[in-house]
């Protein structure tokens, strides 16, 4: 693995069924424990704050928060002097959110309709930028990446749960994965994965938990020889796939090849 890539823990396989719509679960970043919630009861400690990214006071924005379960436990852990700032591409999801969030009488959230690509906030918004099992699901990546830089307050901090590949899987593999879970159709090598980010600007981009996915033994038998399945199977080798949550810093100043002003940026990039 190369040397760039800080991994703090890597845990037991997470399992991957026709019941589960994600591996990432339903808990934001850092919610990779060996068994995988997809209930709608939630716990500060499966947020950032466990990170030590989510503090009381904070502007959090969420980027495709769906209905709104980890904006409203994100909530609780900023408390009333913060803010959390939903943003779904779905009018239905952003409809089903505003009706929980008046059931739960929240008045520290916020729910807007819009398009990750083009964040419907102006920039150094935020200061923890979320986003879980949705990066993969987009089509210029990059082009997020840099929406993620743009509304993070300087010394603010971007976490992105999602799917990557250490090494290349069979085409198979990946489509039949989509199937229980869509984002695994765009993961990207590790590295490739980290550079959106480390390109745009954040600093400190590390790795912080890693887990590997099991997806059902039928359909590693379908592209796999046995002892290949062992190996896929096996959470200590790099063959498969796996579930990773990155975190990423805002630098207190940004440089003329940082700025998100400065279309010319990734033209200055050069990958350490």
């Not at 950032?48 to 904006?71: A, M």
């Not at 779905?90 to 083009?118: C, P, W």
Request: aromatic fraction near 6%.
């Amino acid at each position: 693995m190369e040397e760039n890539i800080k991994i703090i823990e890597q845990n037991t396989e997470n399992n991957l069924s026709n019941e589960s719509a994600c591996a990432c679960g339903s808990g934001g970043c850092g919610c990779h424990s060996q068994s995988i919630d997809h209930s709608h009861s939630h716990h500060p400690a499966d947020l950032p704050v466990r990170f030590k990214i989510l503090r009381q006071g904070d502007r959090v924005v969420e980027l495709g928060s769906g209905t709104g379960n980890d904006c409203f436990t994100a909530a609780q852990v900023i408390g009333l002097e913060g803010k959390v700032v939903g943003i779904d591409i779905s009018e239905k999801n952003i409809s089903t959110a505003r009706d929980y969030m008046d059931q739960l009488r929240i008045s520290n959230v916020e729910f807007r309709h819009g398009d990750i690509h083009n964040i419907p906030l102006p920039k150094e918004y935020a200061d923890v930028v979320l986003t879980n099992c949705v990066f993969n699901l987009q089509d210029d990546k990059q082009k997020v990446a840099d929406e993620m830089y743009r509304i993070a307050n300087h010394n603010g901090f971007v976490c992105v749960s999602d799917f990557v590949l250490l090494q290349q899987i069979p085409d198979g593999i990946r489509q039949d994965g989509a199937e229980l879970a869509g984002c695994i159709a765009g993961a990207e090598n590790i590295n490739d994965f980290m550079d959106y980010f480390r390109r745009t600007g954040f600093v400190n981009v590390e790795i912080v938990e890693m887990s590997k996915v099991h997806l059902p033994d039928d359909i590693f038998h379908k592209y796999l020889s046995s002892e290949e399945v062992e190996r896929y199977k096996d959470i200590y080798t790099d063959e498969g796939i796996f579930n990773v949550t990155l975190i990423g810093e805002k630098p207190s100043e940004c440089s003329a090849e940082t700025c998100c002003c400065n279309p010319d940026k990734h033209a200055n990039y050069t990958e350490t």
